[in-house]
């Protein structure tokens, strides 16, 4: 009884040491994610706290440094936490015993609890929060523009994964993987992911257009009012620019191939610049009801640009954009073409997010884990953007100036110096870590072109043509034929 009594109270004080540690100062938590968001979010989904070392904070902390981390097993997430713990713990043996316990079950059942709304919710206000305090730049006279675009990732095959995201139809059962569709809206100006819309990548309404209308009729106010959105040739529909315009916020999109541009039409505003009038389609799209479609105006006028590419290694030598910035003296044809430009930001910023933060391919087995860990690795990036943003403020440069991979390269060398780091030596320690960020600059490479392909040659293993059970089936008779 007395070995139980003391084992029980060592168990209080790692979980009080754990408590203390996340929610101060020894984490570097504090710098990235302030305690009194994560509690008021905490609080807001109505998360109760229970006795345990995995308490909703501390899962959170687990879980960030886990997508974080070059390994990005659950089984290195506990050994961080406990490796941290011990290194700040009392140095009682009963206290040493009960942070023994590499066991990633408890951890795994705490993700588990954790809500995604919660997850969801973090993520968008630190992205929210970040584009505010951004400055908007003097493209489109200092509008504020964001950007949309569509990726994908796949994860581990599991039939609950391949219920809620199928594999492409052009890989046969057993050697595909699920696919899942990502639809997201960024800050062109500091690069924080502002709302995201998933779904699968086949079936009715499973398109970017249909996760884009849902996801802006989510609540989520990722576009206000007086904002410039930046999309590629598949948003330019009627319906799209009229939706927008409905909350009054403009578009600059490319033109859609399939329609037909005439600038000897409409009024003329320049070389290759004109405004036209868009006419209401007569059939109503299935996802619209009739209310809807009644409110939809009859006409609407866009501005149509022609712009010449004289970029070597660009696949077009002109384009057309289509736009509802419709003044040419305050958004001239160079400035048109320059916001547009921009928008290839939104692939690099993707880029980012699935080769640099690792997550092309997702490693949760199940659905709700699956959006999960999503939502985690945005989370993850908005912080480090946010990071980002002060060292650019303190060194007198824009925010996308500063390299995304060396600064998740410097706050990974950081990391463990600012856990241990005490209250007086975090502020010196936190100025050296903007500083390094800092000087890390993205290359300038203006017009710069490469080929889509690899030098090194892959390893010649052969690829699986058949279910993984077949070919263990064919295996087992194989060894038995030669026995």
């Given at each position: 009884m007395v070995r139980h009594g003391r084992r029980a109270g060592a168990c209080h004080k790692v979980r009080a040491s754990a408590k203390r540690l996340v929610e101060g100062d020894g984490a570097g938590l504090r710098e990235l994610l302030p305690p009194e968001r994560v509690a008021a979010a905490v609080e807001a989904e109505g998360i109760k706290f229970i006795d345990c070392l995995f308490t909703p904070v501390v899962t959170l902390w687990a879980f960030l440094a886990q997508v974080l981390g070059p390994d990005r097993s659950c089984r290195a997430a506990v050994a961080k936490l406990l490796a941290l713990l011990g290194a700040r713990g009392a140095g009682d043996d009963d206290d040493d015993e009960a942070l023994c316990q590499p066991d990633t079950g408890p951890y795994c059942k705490a993700r588990k609890r954790l809500p995604e709304r919660l997850l969801s919710r973090l993520t968008c206000e630190a992205g929210a929060d970040l584009h505010r305090r951004a400055p908007a730049g003097k493209l489109l006279g200092g509008r504020p523009v964001k950007v949309v675009d569509g990726t994908t990732v796949s994860m581990p095959d599991t039939p609950a994964n391949q219920a809620a995201w199928p594999q492409p139809s052009t890989q046969k059962p057993g050697l595909g993987f699920p696919l899942m569709r990502l639809v997201a809206v960024m800050s062109l100006s500091c690069a924080a992911v502002l709302g995201l819309a998933v779904g699968p990548c086949k079936g009715k309404r499973t398109g970017e257009t249909a996760l884009f209308?849902?996801?802006?009729?989510?609540?989520?106010?990722?576009l206000t009012a007086g904002d410039v959105l930046l999309a590629d040739r598949y948003f330019a529909s009627y319906w799209m620019i009229a939706l927008l315009l409905a909350r009054g916020v403009d578009s600059l999109f490319r033109q859609h191939q399939l329609r037909t541009v005439d600038f000897r039409r409409g009024t003329r505003l320049g070389?290759?610049?004109?405004?036209?009038?868009?006419?209401?389609?007569?059939?109503?799209?299935?996802?619209?009801?009739?209310?809807?479609?009644?409110q939809m105006p009859a006409e609407l006028a866009v501005r149509e640009v022609r712009v010449a590419v004289a970029v070597k290694g660009f696949r077009v030598r002109s384009l057309v954009l289509v736009t509802t910035l419709l003044d040419a003296e305050l958004y001239s044809k160079d400035e048109i073409a320059k916001a547009f430009r921009c928008r290839w930001h939104a692939e690099l910023d993707l880029r980012s997010i699935k080769r640099t933060m690792g997550m092309s391919v997702l490693r949760c087995k199940t659905p709700d884990m699956v959006r999960k860990e999503v939502w985690m690795h945005l989370l993850a990036?908005?912080?480090?953007?946010?990071?980002?943003?002060?060292?650019a403020t303190r060194a007198g440069v824009e925010p996308r100036q500063v390299s995304f991979a060396g600064a998740l390269q410097t706050l990974d060398a950081f990391a463990p110096a600012l856990r241990l780091a005490d209250g007086h030596d975090l502020p010196r320690l936190w100025a050296m870590l903007l500083r390094a960020i800092a000087r890390h600059r993205v290359g300038n490479r203006p017009d710069r072109y490469e080929p889509r392909a690899v030098k090194r040659r892959p390893k010649p293993i052969a690829l699986l043509t058949v279910p993984r059970e077949q070919a263990r089936n064919r295996l087992t008779r194989a060894a038995a034929t030669h026995a």
């Open positions: 209308r849902a996801l802006l009729d989510g609540g989520d106010n990722v070389k290759d610049d004109h405004v036209v009038t868009m006419t209401r389609p007569a059939q109503r799209p299935q996802w619209m009801d009739e209310a809807a479609y009644a990036y908005n912080l480090i953007r946010t990071v980002m943003a002060e060292a």
